[in-house]
């Protein structure tokens, strides 16, 4: 028999109900490929080994009574850890959050272990989910499954980086501007982010809420469809979450693309676009039209100020969102309690964020600030408001749009660090749409010539999950990749 960490949660699911293994069975399995790989990888910043156990021993216990919750029951999931999760600790990767364990969960977590996932761990990111890289984490760097040299992407890299390893069979971040997606076509796997509201955030430590969406890491398309199912839907806790039904979105993946009409978005394909990410891409395009897509090329006109639009929109949330960490009600209090109160909350907030927190938290305040209000953070707002008319423009014309996920395949450690603009550039095509808050999904269709994976974007309107996971199938049937990243072969556990 295979290693069972290989397996789909597709093909899990369907081995556990034939009785070929058990939950506990799965779960030994990720435990041991993390045991294998962790060392180098530290993708997890806790492994909730008891918590686990007893989740998979419970999940055999509901089966052979006949409880089945659904495609998920007794699968080993991780969770990005600014995902609350009752119990186990929970940081953002920041020290102004170490140790804290929240007395609840969040609701896609509550949502995941209703439906009978085994919950293994907490993955690393970059601090507050500020970054592209995953090397911003206050507990130090994750590295790429593919080549240990190189970043994982971020700012959700330690997800994406259990999914490419095996240990875990799915995953779930947060993308605020393109931080699921990167990642993802970084390692070489699926990664989604829904439409705003499609998903509630309600326990997810915020960032920029506006923009904000919890979505899943997967191995296949299937998956990741199996995963957004179990966690989508209306949550009374989250007045942004979308009060509607809920389609099925496994339902649309047989369909394939005859008579679909699909968008190059030219922007996307121009200068800073590695050439051999446009070419898998530019082939991918070809591939569809050859299996009956119609496939023109199409503008996003404001595309070009996405960035900087970006960069403005979410520090200012940000600057308002992190205000709670001041070292009174929770998180990290300084020793040096000399002073006043004000005092002590500066002296916290200074020892507990990281560089990039407190850039962009200084360029948040700025921008907010009553001189500059207008010229900056109103200005961006109506960049924002222009792209959201391009893409209405665009889904005129087209079904979804198409475009490479990253601009290059995974860079090396330390390569972007001291230069923020270059690190930023990394988000140019994910971040349109966070700020549409329409849906896109990163599905990897090849590898460069140094056998780093290349991700393929599909962006749809919204509530347009349907059509989007429908092109995203037969992409991934027409790219047959099945390459699995290299196993690391230490015994070492980072903890």
């Known amino acids: 028999m295979a290693d069972l960490a290989d397996l789909t949660i597709a093909e899990a699911g369907r081995g556990l109900r034939a009785g070929d293994f058990t939950a506990v069975d799965l779960l030994d399995a990720v435990t041991k490929r ?89 993955t690393n990111l970059d601090e507050f989910a500020m970054g592209s890289s995953t090397e911003n984490s206050a507990f130090g760097p994750s590295r790429n499954p593919w080549d240990h040299t190189r970043v994982p992407g971020g700012s959700s890299g330690g997800s994406a980086a259990t999914v490419s390893v095996g ?93 679909l009409r699909i968008g190059l978005v030219t922007e996307l394909m121009g200068e800073g676009i590695d050439p051999q990410v446009k070419a898998a891409v530019t082939a991918m395009a070809d ?15 404001a595309s070009e100020y996405a960035l900087s639009a970006y960069y403005l929109i979410a520090p200012a949330e940000a600057s308002a969102n992190l205000a709670r960490f001041d070292g009174v009600r929770y998180g990290h209090r300084t020793e040096h309690l000399e002073g006043t109160t004000e005092d002590m909350m500066a002296m916290s907030r200074a020892e507990g964020f990281g560089p990039e927190v407190i850039r962009r938290i200084l360029l948040g305040t700025y921008a907010l600030s009553a001189g500059y209000y207008d010229a900056f953070y109103g200005q961006a707002q109506r960049v924002r408001t ?29 390569e972007r660090a001291a230069d923020p ?49 429908q092109v995203a199938a037969e992409v991934e049937r027409l790219a047959g990749f099945t390459d699995r990243a290299p196993l690391a072969t230490s015994e070492v556990v980072h903890p």
């Open 287 to 301: 591939k569809l039209a050859g299996a009956g897509a119609e496939v023109i090329e199409v503008g996003l006109p």
């Open 34 to 122: 993390a045991t294998m790989t962790e060392a180098q990888l530290h993708a997890y910043l806790t492994l909730d080994s008891g918590g686990a156990r007893a989740a998979a021993e419970k999940a055999d216990a509901d089966l052979a009574s006949g409880d089945d919750h659904g495609p998920l029951h007794g699968i080993p999931v991780a969770l990005k850890d600014n995902m609350v999760t009752k119990g186990v600790e929970t940081t953002a990767s920041s020290q102004i959050l170490a140790g804290w364990k929240p007395p609840y969960d969040g609701t896609a977590v509550a949502r995941l272990k209703a439906a009978g996932a085994v919950i293994t761990g907490k």
């Open 421 to 469: 603009i270059a690190m930023y550039y990394s988000d140019v095509c994910t971040i349109p749409s966070n700020l549409a808050g329409d849906p896109a999904i990163s599905v990897p269709v090849g590898l460069d010539d140094q056998r780093l994976p290349i991700g393929f974007q599909i962006m749809a309107p919204a509530l347009g999950e349907e059509v989007m996971y």
């Open 167 to 259: 240990s875990a069979f799915g995953s779930f971040g947060s993308d605020t501007g393109g931080s699921i997606r990167q990642p993802a076509a970084l390692c070489g796997v699926v990664g989604m982010k829904p439409t705003y509201g499609m998903v509630s955030r309600y326990g997810l430590i915020a960032f920029a809420s506006s923009l904000d969406q919890i979505g899943p890491f997967s191995r296949t398309v299937e998956d990741s469809a199996l995963l957004l199912d179990a966690v989508a839907g209306w949550d009374r806790m989250d007045s942004t979450s979308i009060d509607g039904d809920v389609p099925a979105f496994s339902g649309s993946l047989s369909k394939g693309v005859e008579g």
């Open 386 to 414: 222009l792209m959201r008319n391009d893409f209405a423009s665009a889904y005129e014309q087209v079904d979804v749009l198409i475009s490479p996920t990253s601009p290059t395949t995974a860079f090396p450690v330390g």
